[in-house]
């Protein structure tokens, strides 16, 4: 049986599951809306719920980043997988001489155990445009790998052949080459998987956090 962007044949390669707290001293990254990016920052503590970590740096002016007023997300990488948890900051302190956060979780971590790249459901208008045209097309799923997408009938992809793909992220427009991986017959029309071709590192940054808030929705 093929497989679909994303897919394995074991499906615990993609389950998400209740994992376990960052330790003392590890790295780990946190995103605030605000900032719009991932600032690397360690954990000085962790008891019953609650993390105190280094207040991120910003990177363009070599100091401590404004507080943000909303949730933040922190990640860490482990040995089973990505962990991942939304926080509240209840508190500015400090960890020695190092300026700190005392952050309140929302629920347990979440451990993310992926063959490469989570991918999440979404319903966006695209564009692919191959030799023989341009074809408006609806992403399914979207990854920092790839997309899936809804065609009519009348679109014609073969796999393996070069197309160029383009859609909005967080309202801004993204372009890229990508590959048909394969397509199939669906209610509707046909369904075609895209496999993004040297993605700029900035797209993938903003698929990355674009990704990461949608699996966030969907854990609350």
Known sequence: MSLLFGETPDTDDVTRRPGPWPEVNQRVEIFASSWGTWLPSRVEDARSGRLHVAVPQDPAELRPVDRPADFVAVRWTSDRGVG???????????????PAWELVTRGEP???????????????????????????????????????????????????????????????????????????????????????????????????????????????
């Open 84 to 98: 991942m948890l939304e926080a509240a900051i209840a508190a500015s302190t400090r960890a020695g001489i190092v």
């Open 110 to 220: 979440a451990l993310f155990q992926r063959r490469r790249f989570a991918r999440v459901p979404v319903i966006l208008p695209a564009r692919a445009v191959s030799r023989r045209g341009a074809w408006g097309v609806t992403i399914l799923d979207v990854a920092e790998g790839g997309i899936r997408c809804l065609a009519s009938q009348r679109a014609p992809f073969d796999p393996g052949e070069a197309v160029e793909v383009s859609f909005e992220v967080d309202g801004r427009a993204l372009t890229t080459r990508a590959e048909v991986v394969r397509s199939g017959l669906a209610p509707g029309g046909v369904t075609i998987v895209f496999r993004f071709i040297d993605l700029p590192r900035s797209d993938a940054d903003r698929l990355r956090r674009f990704v990461f808030r949608q699996e966030l929705v969907a854990n609350r």
